[in-house]
């Protein structure tokens, strides 16, 4: 039974920081590539960023354009978490985040329930 759980999701001010965690479990975390996608309100599920599943030196990281040097995904392995660090937010980021596998798809076969997140 796969669970990814995320957490770390609130209301915060415009410029502000967060950083979202997701615990996985029922899973071989290191052998899957993971992204966090993203649902506003009355929007469609929008990929946000990817990390790959490869062995750190060659791991890759990918991200949107309307995140692109305001956030950073990682993962820990050992812990069997992802993260997400959101620096500089916008109103724009507004949303429910979920923790999913995959890398760069919103066709995600297994997905979390999501953490809020609320710039205003």
């Known amino acids: 039974h796969v669970q990814l759980v995320e957490s770390g999701g609130g209301l915060v001010q415009p410029g502000v920081s967060l950083r979202l965690s997701c615990v996985a479990s029922?899973?071989?975390?290191?052998?899957?590539?993971m992204s966090w996608v993203r649902q506003a309100p009355g929007k469609e599920v929008e990929w946000v960023a990817g990390?790959?599943?490869?062995?750190?030196?060659?791991?890759?990281?990918s991200y949107a354009d309307s995140v692109k040097g305001r956030f950073t995904i990682s993962r820990d392995s050992a812990k069997d978490t992802l993260y997400l660090q959101m620096n500089s937010l916008k109103t724009d980021d507004t949303a429910v985040y979920f923790c999913?596998?995959?890398?760069?798809?919103?066709?995600?076969?297994?997905r979390g329930q999501g953490t809020q997140v609320t710039v205003s």
């Open positions: 990390i790959t599943s490869l062995p750190s030196l060659f791991r890759t990281a």
């Open positions: 029922g899973i071989t975390f290191s052998w899957h590539d």
């Open positions: 999913a596998t995959g890398f760069r798809t919103t066709h995600n076969t297994n």
